[in-house]
């Protein structure tokens, strides 16, 4: 879904979900090139037709935020990355993060194995 958006769309996409709602001087200042606050009003605009981002007022004036829930988005990003780069494998890709140990800690391989076991509960029911 936002894999499908054009590089300067996705970077602005990027930006308000890493900042949260900002208003057009606060995306421009994020950007990394400059580009005239009209130019990003108008990306804003094209975002808001496609779904993707939300228009609010505020004491600030125009705020924009993502309408995409972040764990929608990064849900479909990692289907994504699994279609693309591990066959649409989701065990394959697990064994390429489990191959990260070295930099996980015990907390976080914890959590992983919870999860898993969370996972088989789910199928059993």
């Known amino acids: 879904?936002?894999?499908?958006?054009?590089?300067?769309?996705?970077?602005?996409?990027?930006?308000?979900?890493?900042?949260?709602?900002?208003?057009?001087?606060?995306?421009?200042?994020?950007?990394?090139?400059?580009?005239s606050g009209s130019a990003i009003r108008a990306m804003l605009k094209r975002l808001e037709a496609k779904g993707f981002v939300a228009r609010e007022q505020s004491e600030r004036g125009f705020v924009y935020a993502p309408s995409v829930s972040d764990k929608?988005?990064?849900?479909?990003?990692?289907?994504?990355?699994?279609?693309?780069?591990?066959?649409?494998?989701?065990?394959?890709?697990?064994?390429?993060?489990?191959?990260?140990?070295?930099e996980m800690t015990g907390a976080e391989l914890d959590e992983l194995e919870k999860l898993i076991g969370q996972a088989r509960e789910g199928r059993n029911q």
Do not use: H
């Open 72 to 102: 929608t988005a990064r849900k479909s990003a990692l289907s994504q990355v699994v279609r693309v780069f591990f066959n649409g494998s989701a065990t394959s890709a697990a064994a390429a993060l489990l191959g990260m140990q070295d």
């Open 1 to 35: 879904m936002l894999s499908s958006l054009p590089p300067r769309e996705r970077e602005i996409v990027d930006i308000l979900y890493e900042r949260g709602a900002s208003t057009v001087i606060e995306i421009g200042e994020a950007l990394s090139d400059e580009l």
